[in-house]
């Protein structure tokens, strides 16, 4: 559970970010009203991303030459001071302005994780693919795990150091969210939402393998579920 914030890490993949770092970086260096870290993990990038994260001299840079957004964030996690960690996409379809929602929702309702969710989001700026697929997921999952979750796929949540401690997470990739969502539900960990809103991409290219990753995902679940709550 989460009573208060002393100190927040921001823990921030990146692949080939060059267009998008910078803003995600300011912003959440002028909005954040907590104190502070902001860690990038870099999959070592070739478009300038990391010469523009250095420049920035407002982070902590790791390069991760082993690529996996699960494997980055982990990496992140690893060496994160706060007692909580912000997770966060760097290529700028999430609104960094809401930091401080996250963080505030997190404490009000005195939960373990809380995310971002895009699923109320007005200008239904995600794909129609990602859109039903993501339902079909999140389904899924508040199904075998008893949860009310509306976007289990979001990768920008709040997360309490303490809880994230209590669960060993392995996925490399795309299912590491999910994953740490089937740990937390396991342990019986508090997890909410708040309204956030979701963005195109204005520079590079996604990340996301559709149907590798959703195969990754489900089969996350299942094996969750299969091992017991």
Known sequence: MTTKVEMVSVVIPTLN???????????IERELAYPKEIIIVDGNSTDGTIKIV??????????????GYGL????????????????VDGDGTYEFRHI??????????DADLCLATRMYDPKKAMGLTNFIGNKVITWCFDFFYKQFLSDSQSGFRAISRAAIE????????????????VEFAKKGFKMVEF???????????????KVKSG??????????????I
């Open 100 to 109: 401080n929602r996250l963080l505030e929702e997190l404490v009000k309702n």
């Open 195 to 209: 309204h956030s809103t979701y963005k195109s991409r204005k520079y590079g290219k996604t990340k996301l393998r």
């Open 17 to 27: 970010e060059a267009g998008n770092i910078f803003e995600a970086v300011d912003t």
């Open 54 to 67: 250095k420049d920035t001299n407002l982070c902590n840079l790791i390069v991760e030459p082993r690529r």
């Open 215 to 228: 195969i990754e995902i489900f089969a996350t679940m299942v094996k969750g579920f299969t091992r017991g």
């Open 72 to 87: 980055a964030l982990r990496t992140g996690m690893k060496k994160a001071k706060g007692d909580i960690i912000v997770m």
């Open 166 to 181: 209590k669960v060993d997470l392995k996925e490399d990739d795309m299912a590491f969210a999910t994953e740490m969502l």
